[in-house]
């Protein structure tokens, strides 16, 4: 006699196992397509961490320093591929398009971003791993934290990939892969689409540089071995000061490090006044010649006008002097800005940034340098 047919078989209902396992593949795929995506849509915020890890990684392995540096040349294409690999295999997992490959290309990715969050956090080397752009801001070891729970979920796949199951997928695979590797291409030769930064258009420079709201701090006391916090700083002689804490972290001026300047001292509140377009040229050397022709006749289009060039730059005086010369710029006056803010303030080398008193009008990539009329319409309206 089979024993089977002594009691009823029992419909159980799908195994939780398998439950867990989908729910950790939805949740897997949608922060990678997410995280994937808020890059992509600036690859070369994405790009200058890349150059920061391998600028610190060839200063602490010295015997890997040339390896390193030899990569900083290809940082954006990488960036572009990164990117574009984190959405398209996080479709690719949702869409259950090969999963078994899927997951394990997705495991190889997020150790490498683990091992980056976890170097960022443990040496303090580089305070933002970028793992959001500039959408998110997370702290190191909230990043590496991130990235560890995305780790155990995909193990947690992979030891039950068998109960995933395949379909036929490739179209959606392939059509993802099409689109995101156009954005990323877009983003690179005009801009991005969406701009997260706190030079934006439409934003205030004055206002960013201040506080939203006034800054609130609370003290942390310590008396006979205990440790107390305090909104006021206690008047008991008895307490001994250990720290004091920003409480409101989010009214912190979004712009701390802008600055303009020349050999006759500073300008950052002359930049405020009136309307200014500048000539961002972050680099003479690494600078494509065949944008300077529009920028130039833009220049001459603006003679007579309300609006006022300037080249806002982080070179050093001879090479921006002789860069004037060959480009017949000399009659733009230059002044000075840190890298890191001509970064951030514009993707593209060179490119022009436009502001009214102080607030954003308009920025442009070299490829889509405007000309004098739209500067006049635009400030005028």
Request: contains cysteine.
């Amino acid at each position: 006699m089979n024993p089977a047919t002594l009691s009823p078989k029992i419909k159980t209902g799908t195994p939780p196992m398998l439950i867990a396992a989908r729910i950790a593949r939805i949740l897997v795929g949608c922060v990678f397509i997410f995280s994937g995506l808020i890059k992509l849509n600036d690859p070369v915020g994405t790009q200058i961490k890349f150059e920061e890890y391998f600028e610190v990684f060839a200063q602490d392995v010295p015997m890997l320093h040339d390896f390193f540096m030899a990569l900083v040349p290809f940082t954006l294409v990488m960036s572009v591929l990164f990117c574009a690999a984190e959405i398209i295999l996080g479709v690719a997992l949702l869409a259950s398009y090969k999963p078994k490959v899927t997951v394990w290309l997705l495991f190889f990715l997020i150790t490498f971003f683990t091992f980056l969050t976890f170097y960022s956090a443990y040496f303090d080397r580089v305070t933002d791993c970028g793992c959001f752009g500039d959408a998110i801001k997370l702290k190191p070891w909230t990043s590496f934290g991130k990235d560890v729970v995305l780790t155990v979920l995909i193990l947690f796949i992979i030891g039950h990939r068998n109960r995933l199951r395949s379909r036929k997928t490739g179209w959606l695979v392939a059509l993802t892969t099409v689109l995101t590797l156009g954005l990323g291409i877009y983003a690179v030769q005009f801009l991005p689409p969406v701009d997260m930064l706190p030079y934006a258009v439409g934003k205030s420079i004055p206002a960013g540089m201040k506080p939203s709201e006034p800054l609130r701090y609370k003290y942390v006391m310590e008396k006979d071995g205990k440790t107390e916090e305090f909104e006021a700083y206690p008047a008991d002689k008895a307490y001994t000061f250990k720290e004091m804490v920003l409480v409101n972290e989010k009214a912190k001026p979004k712009i701390t490090d802008y600055r303009v300047w020349n050999d006759a001292g500073d300008f950052t509140e002359q930049t405020f006044e009136g309307n200014k377009l500048f000539i961002i040229i972050k680099d003479t050397k690494d600078i494509d010649p065949g944008s300077l022709p529009a920028i130039r006749s833009l220049v001459e289009g603006l003679k007579g006008s309300t609006v006022s060039p300037y080249i806002l730059t982080s070179t050093n005086d001879d090479d921006i002097k002789a860069f004037q010369k060959e480009y017949q710029l000399t009659t733009v006056p230059y002044y000075k800005a840190d890298a890191t803010v001509l970064k951030t303030i514009m993707r593209s080398n060179p490119g022009t940034w436009l502001m009214s008193n102080g607030v954003v009008k308009g920025k442009w990539h070299y490829n889509t340098t405007p000309n004098a009329e739209e500067i006049k319409r635009i400030v005028n309206e």
